[in-house]
């Protein structure tokens, strides 16, 4: 029998604002967190990402290093980031090579969606279960797979 070996997940090397709500369990490490912030169960949130003032990220969902969210995004359920596309075929080491992605402020992202773009605009919404794999620099309603702008806003 092998000896296994136990990580605590939690609340680490993380900067707040005021009055951040975070309910456990959680594992959100080495980020920023602006004012106002709300954070679900079951997220977690990797080093190096800044989530700006009054968002909300509801429960289960993940958000990859080198993420910047801006003011009053709102990240539904389950909702997942990717930066590292396996370009070889594989995970890449090297997060030199991995995307930086940021969403602009008030974006809405719905439950289930998939953000592999670089960049969201401004007020923006992701549908549902959308697999976002191009920058979005229009503001209006996406959706789909891969998401395609429904209408403008």
Request: net charge neutral; charged share 20%.
């Amino acid at each position: 029998m092998h000896k296994i070996e136990l990580r605590e997940s939690g609340v680490r090397d993380v900067i707040a604002g005021e009055k951040v709500v975070i309910y456990q369990p959680v594992n959100i490490y080495g980020c920023t967190l602006g004012d106002r912030v709300f954070i679900g169960p079951f997220v977690e949130i990797q080093r190096n990402c800044q989530i700006g003032s009054d968002c909300k990220v509801q429960s289960h969902s993940f958000i990859c290093e080198y993420v910047v969210l801006g003011n009053g995004c709102f990240i539904g359920h389950g909702v997942n980031f990717a930066n590292d596309l396996f370009q070889q075929g594989a995970p890449d080491p090297d997060p030199a090579n991995w995307r930086r992605i940021t969403l602009g402020d008030n974006v809405t992202v719905g439950s289930g969606a998939t953000i592999l773009a670089e960049f969201i605009c401004s007020g923006a919404v992701i549908g549902a279960g959308s697999v976002v794999t191009r920058s979005i620099r229009e503001k209006g309603i996406y959706a789909g797979n891969p998401a395609r702008q429904l209408r403008r806003l």
